[in-house]
């Protein structure tokens, strides 16, 4: 048979077959068969007693069944069974439905004779290697995909399929061949497109099963343990749990089966933990000016691809999926990755470490779209605390340390904003100025208005460094000259016309609209004006979808600063103010204070056990060596069973399993010793805790076959845990969805107290931190909040401020992401940045003023350097060629070519003085779009 | 130096926000109708004629050194633009103006009267802004066809505008408050300084009479209705009689736009005024699980689902 699949003889036969008319098949089938059968009958135990039956049968799955032997069958009767069903399967294929939809008459005889069955059973019966097996499943591969007539409908051709998917799957026995794994995907795949294309199969496999005494869809079952697969394998099982996917979608009793009865969301969960493990936990990076991994650079790391892959699989099906299987798979994402595993690795010890999680999470954020997805992975970052301390305000305050870590944090907060997410800018921007304390009280009916006459945009440009004045510049650079208008242009229209319009003119008495000639203008400041402008717009569409304006009205001001009061009499919490003035990185930032040590936590249930615990299973998942659940345990040993009987028939008395891999088969079966192993693996765990990659290299170290039956054990243990931490007053794991959102939803209770009274006066530690800025609040007698921006504007503003010190990259970075900040609409915002006329508290530095001192800096600097003109120019010519070599590489898609550079990079300050004349000009364009283009309307 | 000149982008822009034109790919294969948003440099009229006028400066703003020079046009264009767009948002009733292509400084205008002693008239009429705007004269409004009215010059058609704003002052006076004046004047007569004092003796000592020389004004200024504009400019108001080929398909896409739109979000002026940004490119959407009335992050809760 399997030479037939291979070498393709079905070519040949369908030209000889052609014309035959179907009686003469259906005779030639009936003779083949009897032919078989002959063979079959000489061997079946039932009927003679040739071949010796066997002590020991084993029931556990395929291995037990290829122990099961009877005396060998004489080869050529073997391979005389193999032509004949060659043959028949053939003549299966070829033929036509019957009438009016009916069985054709060979699938008819097939159903009637269970052909098939009894064809698996003679398989099982000479030795199941996994050349048998490949051949069986090949069998099913092409008579599903080729067969004229649907087949899956007939339960003799249904329930051997099944048993031999049963016996192919990762049974006790050990995992099957690659080869075997590969033909088994393929044919799951198979039958996925079938169920896809054809939904009432469906019933049928649920059917078959519920006849087997075990309600389960071992189609979907079989495809988990693949679902981290690497390769093609594992892209192919991925697809077809996509197509369930999308089949749970439209059927509840899918989408409830998934839920409820398989392990798919956590295994799934999980495994991105599993995966995320065997990720380098320290980056090489390339060069000093990286910051996010770009596709070039995760395209290197075969590890960060399969990760990625999954990731997407979980967007996907978020995707496609039911929104019960949705909402379950977000919250194991929640609870099984970001909480227990991502939550720790940002919080490293060694600044590499930090620096490469924190590069993940900005990749992880840009590959997802999904928004159910995307809500999970923010929440994470915006609710979340790690030791008391809410994760965006780890990252906001690493926005100001050295090295790398720094810029790649800002390349993280440059993707945040870029999603335009309420709830980010809410975190980061927001619910520092809703209350307007930053702003002089009658300032605040100005919040809204707009720049009818470019007057911030004029003084934002008068900032311009003397040394980059407009007339100071050289050609090419200076691209004033190419927008010359001169008189005598284009006579084509000129003409009687013409005459008359001057005439009327005159006579209009100066009433004519002129048009310049000869007029400079730089002509850079278009593009920024229209990139403003695309940006903007694009931004107000994107922020339809916001509950507020954000415009100084609503949210109303006055609610907000009466809760911030109130809440900040409350509790003080010291974690997070260190971190907000910490712009030195500290080894541990997030050393718990004494008295955190103690039981006070608000999440005790999650401690780094968990995480092991986690870990470990999703090591084991990735690593292949997954159990299916109970529900699949049970199945596997029907169809065992199903297979045994024919033997138990024959005389042998039954004899329970007595296989060593058999213990872990029993304890699910036996509920209460589960709950004992799950307790004694806990407290194995809780005693012999060591760091998470120390528990992955011993892991590794440790020999298979010691592992084996643990892994198993661990296994099933690990899961009730999961599940049992999960919904914890919930008994099963689909329930656990309604549980999951509940720590969400605490944290938002918990997020209030600790919203506005870190930077209330009350709190005494605020006074005794460092300030990076002078002007750090120290006043607030009068009961208020202190004015004060938020640690997100205030740390990028005191970066910016060192601009003319800081390389060229991270000021591309600062002011790329000032960039994104301005083409927000909302008033409170826009005003915040961009109006130059807005009086703010004295304590407020407003990005006019940092660009105020920069400037100063500038001039300072460029007067005391000789030849700075000099290196001013090269310095625009090698950033020429720098945005002329970026142009071309995303046409060409080539990134390697480093931009020439003229000028040393070393020479900061000249880069950041062209640097930030441009800036400038952005600014001041977005200033004018602004007010043109201004959201909401306001004036009445 | 600080002249003006005319930038076909913003143009575009003008054109889109006046009305609703037809689609994209119309536009941009139209001549007076520049790609929207592109980014190019602005393309000389070709029938412009430029006239350098000496000029004071545009802005009160100081500038340190080079910059305000190089800037200047773009400052006097923007501020164009947002006496503009203030203009749509004001919706004035029955009053429509166009900025003209050549120009930002010259507004074309129509104003359709539409009950009192004017009722059914159509005037015509331009705008003029003076190149130091907004620190110069007040605008100036003229009539294409001089009205009879005490107020509107009978030989220039100039409207006095001058008596209502005796001072243009930035902030406080904006050009939609111009307009809305010159539409005033055609419903509440005032006979004080009159610049055509005939008009005025009529109406104290023969209103009958008066009355019937605004009928005949009216008549007059509708008979010119379809008469080619005063000034040729692709972006003149021009009026020709109804021709269901020409006018029924824009008028269908007028409404359809209207029924499309009926979202609330959408009909809000600050939307109507980038149509075209709406049909274009790909659906873009940002995120919000922010409950309307709270300040809490995932305050919502259900998570929409979004596809």
Redesign the interface.
């Known amino acids: 048979m399997t030479s037939m699949v291979v070498n393709g003889k079905r070519g040949g036969q369908s030209l000889v077959l052609k014309g035959v008319d179907p009686e003469t098949c259906m005779i030639v089938f009936k003779n083949h068969w009897a032919q078989v059968v002959k063979i079959l009958e000489k061997h079946d135990p039932l009927r003679s007693n040739v071949g010796g039956l066997g002590g020991g049968h084993g029931l556990g799955g395929g291995g037990g069944l290829a122990s099961f032997r009877f005396g060998a069958i004489p080869g050529d009767e073997a391979s005389a069974v193999q032509n004949y069903v060659e043959h028949m399967l053939f003549l299966l294929m070829e033929e036509e439905c019957g009438q009016n939809g009916a069985m054709g008459p060979i699938l008819e005889f097939v159903v009637m004779e269970n052909v098939l069955e009894r064809l698996f059973i003679w398989s099982l019966r000479r030795e199941f290697t996994d050349d048998m097996k490949l051949e069986q499943l090949k069998m099913y591969e092409m008579l599903i995909g080729q067969a004229k007539q649907p087949l899956l409908h007939h339960k003799p051709v249904l329930k051997p399929l099944m048993m031999l998917l049963s016996s192919c799957s990762g049974s006790p026995s050990g995992p099957s061949s690659s080869a075997v794994e590969t033909e088994l995907v393929l044919l799951l795949n198979q039958l996925c497109c079938v169920l896809a294309k054809d939904p009432s199969v469906l019933e049928l496999f649920f059917h078959t099963s519920e006849d087997q005494g075990a309600a389960n869809f071992l189609i979907f079952s079989l495809l988990i343990p693949f679902i981290h697969r690497e390769g093609s394998v594992g892209q192919q099982a991925r697809d077809a749990l996509l197509l369930i996917m999308a089949l749970s979608a439209e059927n509840q009793v899918v989408a409830k089966h998934i839920a409820e009865n398989t392990y798919f969301c956590p295994v799934l969960a999980t495994g991105l933990s599993g995966l995320y493990s065997s990720l380098p936990t320290k980056l090489d990076v390339p060069s000093e000016e990286w910051h996010c991994l770009h596709r070039e650079d995760w395209q290197q790391l075969p590890a960060l691809v399969q990760f990625l892959n999954s990731l997407e699989f979980c967007n996907a099906v978020i995707?496609v999926a039911h929104?019960s299987i949705r909402?379950q798979l977000?919250g194991y994402i929640h609870n099984g990755f970001l909480v227990p595993v991502l939550a720790p690795a940002l919080h490293k010890l060694t600044l590499e470490e930090v620096m490469t999680t924190t590069a993940y999470l900005d990749l992880f954020i840009r590959s997802v779209s999904e928004?159910?997805l995307?809500?999970t992975l923010?929440?994470f970052i915006?609710?979340h605390r790690h030791d008391n301390v809410h994760i965006l305000d780890t990252l906001v305050s690493r926005i100001n340390t050295p090295f790398q870590l720094g810029t790649v944090s800002l390349a993280l907060f440059r993707t945040l904003i870029g999603?335009?997410?309420?709830?980010?800018m809410?975190?980061l921007v927001?619910?520092y100025l809703?209350p307007c304390n930053h702003m002089m009280l009658s300032q605040r009916r100005v919040l809204r208005e707009?720049?009818?006459?470019?007057?911030s945009?004029?003084?934002l440009?008068?900032?311009?460094p003397?040394c980059c004045?407009?007339?100071v510049i050289p050609p090419p650079l200076r691209q004033?000259d190419?927008?010359l208008?001169?008189?005598g242009?284009?006579g084509?229209?000129?003409g009687t016309?013409?005459s008359?319009?001057?005439l009327?003119?005159e006579d209009?008495c100066g009433?004519?609209?002129?048009?310049?000639?000869?007029?400079?203008?730089?002509?850079s400041?278009?593009?920024y004006?229209?990139?403003a402008?695309?940006s903007i717009?694009?931004c107000i569409?994107?922020?339809?979808?916001?509950?507020?304006p954000y415009d100084g009205e609503n949210?109303p001001p006055e609610e907000?600063q009466r809760s911030t009061l109130e809440e900040a009499d409350l509790t003080a919490t010291p974690g997070l103010l260190e971190l907000e003035w910490d712009d030195s990185y500290d080894a541990c930032p997030t050393q718990p204070h004494p008295e955190e040590d103690q039981e006070t936590r608000p999440i005790p249930d999650e401690p780094p056990k968990h995480i092991q615990e986690l870990r470990r299973t999703a090591v084991m998942i990735v690593k292949g060596s997954y159990i299916e659940e109970s529900e699949f345990q049970n199945d596997v040993m029907v169809y065992d069973l199903v297979a045994q009987k024919d033997a138990h028939d024959s005389g042998n008395g039954y004899h329970a399993p007595s296989k060593p891999t058999e213990p872990a088969k029993q304890e699910v079966l036996d509920g209460p010793v589960t709950d004992q192993k799950t307790a004694n693996s806990e407290s194995l765990m809780s005693n012999g805790l060591s760091s998470p990659l120390d528990e992955m290299d011993s892991k590794k170290r440790g020999s298979q076959s010691e592992h084996k039956s643990l892994e198993g054990e661990d296994l099933m243990a690990q899961y009730e845990e999961l599940i049992r931490t999960l919904g914890a007053q919930h008994s099963s794991p689909a329930k656990a969805d309604g549980e999951l959102k509940s720590p969400?939803v605490l944290m938002?209770d918990e997020?209030?107290e600790i919203d506005f009274n870190s930077f209330s006066p009350e709190t005494p530690e605020t006074e005794k931190l460092p300030s990076p800025f002078g002007t750090k609040p120290r006043s607030g007698s009068r009961g208020h909040a202190v004015p004060f921006t938020g640690p997100f504007l205030s740390v990028l503003l005191s970066r910016l401020e060192n601009m003319p010190s800081n390389s060229l990259h991270v000021n591309l970075l600062l002011t790329g992401i000032l960039a994104q900040l301005a083409a927000y609409p909302q008033p409170l915002l826009r005003s915040f940045l961009l109006n130059t006329n807005m009086v703010f508290q004295p304590s407020v530095r407003s990005l006019y003023q940092v660009l105020a001192s920069v400037k100063n800096q500038i001039e300072q600097w460029s007067a005391n350097n000789k030849d700075f003109p000099e290196l001013l120019t090269a310095a625009q010519h090698s950033l020429l060629a720098r945005e002329s070599s970026l142009r071309a590489d995303r046409i060409k898609k080539n990134p390697t070519i480093q931009p020439k550079t003229v000028v040393p990079l070393n020479e900061t300050e000249v880069y950041a003085t062209v640097l930030f004349t441009e800036f400038l000009k952005e600014l001041?364009a977005f200033a004018?779009e602004h007010?043109?283009?201004?959201?909401?309307?306001t004036?009445q | 130096?600080?002249?003006?000149?005319?930038?076909s982008?913003n143009a575009g822009r003008k054109r889109s926000d006046g009305e609703e034109q037809g689609g994209p790919g119309e536009q941009r294969s139209s001549p007076t109708h520049p790609p929207f948003?592109?980014?190019q440099?602005?393309s000389?009229?070709?029938?412009?004629?430029?006239?350098?006028?000496a000029a004071s400066p545009a802005?009160s703003?100081?500038?340190?050194?080079?910059?305000?020079?190089?800037?200047g046009?773009?400052?006097l264009e923007?501020?164009l633009?947002?006496?503009f767009?203030?203009v749509i948002?004001q919706r004035l009733p029955g009053i429509y103006v166009q900025p003209?292509y050549?120009?930002t400084?010259?507004w074309f205008g129509v104003i359709f009267i539409r009950h009192g002693l004017y009722q059914d008239g159509v005037f015509k009429f331009?705008v003029?802004i003076p190149?130091n705007f907004?620190d110069g004269d007040c605008p100036?409004v003229?009539f294409d066809t001089p009205v009879f009215h005490p107020l509107v010059d009978s030989v220039?058609g100039e409207l006095d505008v001058r008596r209502a704003f005796t001072k243009w002052r930035?902030?406080h006076n904006?050009i939609w408050q111009v307009l809305m004046y010159a539409r005033t004047i055609f419903y509440k007569i005032n006979t004080m300084d009159p610049l055509n004092p005939e008009a005025v003796v009529l109406y104290d000592k023969d209103f009958q009479l008066f009355k019937s020389k605004v009928v005949d004004s009216v008549k007059l200024c509708n008979s010119h209705l379809f008469d080619q504009p005063?000034?040729?400019d692709p972006f003149a108001i021009s009026f020709s009689p109804w021709n269901p080929a020409v006018h029924e398909e824009a008028k269908d896409k007028m409404f359809a736009y209207k029924r499309l739109h009926s979202d609330p979000?959408l009909t809000?002026?600050?939307n109507q005024?980038?149509p075209e940004?709406?049909n274009k490119g790909p659906l873009?959407?940002?995120?919000?699980?922010?409950?309307?009335?709270?300040?809490?992050?995932?305050?919502k809760e259900d998570?929409?689902?979004?596809?």
């Open positions: 995707q929104p909402d977000v928004p159910a995307l809500h923010l929440s915006l609710l999603l335009h997410c309420e709830d980010v809410l975190q927001f619910k809703i707009r720049d009818c006459y470019s007057v945009a004029a003084k440009l008068a900032l311009t003397s004045s407009p007339e004033l190419s927008i208008w001169s008189k242009t284009d084509s229209h000129i016309m013409e008359k319009e001057v009327s003119e209009d009433n004519s609209c002129v048009i310049g000639s000869e007029i400079y203008l730089d002509v400041y278009l593009d004006l229209c990139d402008q695309n717009s694009h569409r994107a922020c339809c979808v916001w509950s507020a949210p907000y969400t938002d997020e209030d001041a004018q007010s043109i283009l201004s959201y909401p309307p004036e | 130096m600080n002249t003006f000149w005319s930038m982008t948003g592109k980014k440099l602005p000389i009229p070709k029938n412009a004629v430029p006239i350098t006028k802005s703003t100081e500038s340190a050194n080079g910059t305000h020079a190089s800037y046009p773009f400052y923007y501020s633009l947002a006496e767009t203030l948002k003209s050549r120009s400084l010259m331009t003029y190149d907004p100036r003229i220039s930035r902030n904006h005063k000034i040729d979000l809000t002026p600050h005024r980038w940004d709406y873009v959407s940002g995120l919000s699980w922010v409950k309307p009335g709270s300040t809490q992050p995932f305050s998570i929409p689902l979004q596809t």
